[in-house]
């Protein structure tokens, strides 16, 4: 695909040189909003996109979302998650130089402070908008504001195409991989450790297991140009009965991450597939939780047009984002974000001034793209 300069080294925008970003997104890091604990930004937020009349204001839940109603051909969502992981050690926002630090500085409310700013202009867009700011991202799916929009009025999550604001570093990053937990339980007989060979160790049993995860070649398939790259670790481990007793059961959680080439059955599929030559009739493999993977959704002219108008890169998500979510009902999607993927979670989060207001300036660029008046 696409590999050219980033996003940073654009002309920046002369509103986003008239508004101060990183203050911006430093209100928002400022507002707590760990999972499940959303209520107060979600009024932020909403009291912020209120402020533009022109704009479709629902709240549902801690989910908020606006929708411009200009009769345009085609609609963009552009959106993110309000929720942020547990602190650690870095629960207030704190601006040094050019760089905001804190949690949730760049997974991700830089992103959203950018597209509040955005929601607030008062220029027609190129096309209908919706803004997106849901809740419970960073937990389990079952819980995600987003299925909770879409069991509730999913009429205001069409669209033709979306942009969700993971952090990429200002790449594009398209599709993202399948997650998938599960637990092995291996099978023994208990017997005294003073005559072990009584029984079955089922904790020894696990070695030719783990042998065979450790041994894992990764698949490294390419689709539309961007390079997925698969994965697979132990996670967790539990078994033991007592100090004096062998144990007749062990087990392993595992995380398999696979490339959008393979739908949920066959992932599954291939995973039991691996770990058959470790496991008995009495052995069990259990898929805890499955979110199956999207493939690049790079075809709409509106993702074309921020990629080729600023240049961008494009990658392969090497992790599951709610892209799937979109993929799963015919909308093609992509993430696309200021920040630094591998600082989100950690004690060092943060976000540069240069990133969002180049961040600001695609987005503007694609929303409101300069008319060619010749004649």
């Not at 389990?140 to 909770?148: V, Y």
């Not at 023994?188 to 783990?210: C, D, K, Q, S, Y």
């Not at 799937?324 to 696309?336: H, L």
Request: hydrophobic share 45%; with cysteine; net charge negative.
């Amino acid at each position: 695909m696409t590999s050219g300069v980033s996003a940073g080294s654009l002309t920046e925008s002369p509103l986003a040189e008239a508004v101060d970003l990183l203050a911006k997104a430093a209100e928002l890091v400022s507002v707590s909003s760990v999972s499940y604990q959303e209520a107060d930004i979600a009024s932020l937020i909403e009291a912020r996109l209120r402020q533009n009349p022109s704009l479709d204001v629902h709240r549902v839940g801690d989910n908020v979302l606006a929708r411009t109603q200009l009769g345009k051909p085609s609609r963009l969502l552009i959106g993110g998650h309000s929720d942020t992981v547990p602190p650690n050690g870095n629960a207030a926002a704190r601006i040094v130089g050019d760089v905001l630090w804190g949690l949730g500085a760049c997974d991700m409310k830089s992103a959203l402070a950018v597209m509040l700013e955005l929601a607030a202009a008062s220029e027609e867009p190129d096309m209908d908008v919706t803004w997106l700011f849901y809740a419970r991202e960073e937990v389990r799916i079952a819980d995600s504001g987003l299925r909770e929009l879409f069991a509730d009025c999913p009429e205001l999550l069409a669209a033709d195409a979306a942009i969700l604001g993971e952090p990429t570093g200002g790449a594009v990053e398209a599709g993202c991989q399948g997650t998938m937990r599960a637990v092995v339980t291996l099978a023994g007989e208990r017997a005294h450790t003073a005559r072990p060979w009584m029984g079955r160790n089922a904790i020894h049993r696990l070695g030719v297991l783990l042998g065979l995860v450790d041994a894992y070649k990764p698949r490294t398939p390419t689709l539309d140009g961007c390079e997925f790259r698969e994965s697979l670790q132990a996670v967790a481990v539990a078994g033991g009965v007592a100090g004096n007793v062998v144990p007749d059961k062990a087990s392993v959680t595992l995380g398999y991450r696979y490339a959008p080439d393979r739908s949920a059955t066959q992932a599954e599929a291939a995973l039991f597939e691996m770990l058959g030559p470790a496991l008995g009739s009495d052995d069990t493999v259990e898929v805890t939780e499955h979110a199956p993977a999207a493939a690049p959704g790079l075809q709409h002219q509106l993702l074309q047009r921020l990629i080729t108008d600023n240049n961008l890169e494009v990658r392969a998500k090497l992790g599951w984002t709610d892209v799937a979510f979109f993929a799963e009902r015919g909308i093609p999607a992509v993430n696309f974000g200021p920040g630094d993927a591998t600082l989100a979670h950690t004690a060092e989060e943060r976000v540069d001034r240069a990133s969002l207001e180049s961040y600001y300036g695609c987005l503007q660029a694609l929303l409101f793209p300069v008319k060619n008046t010749a004649l």
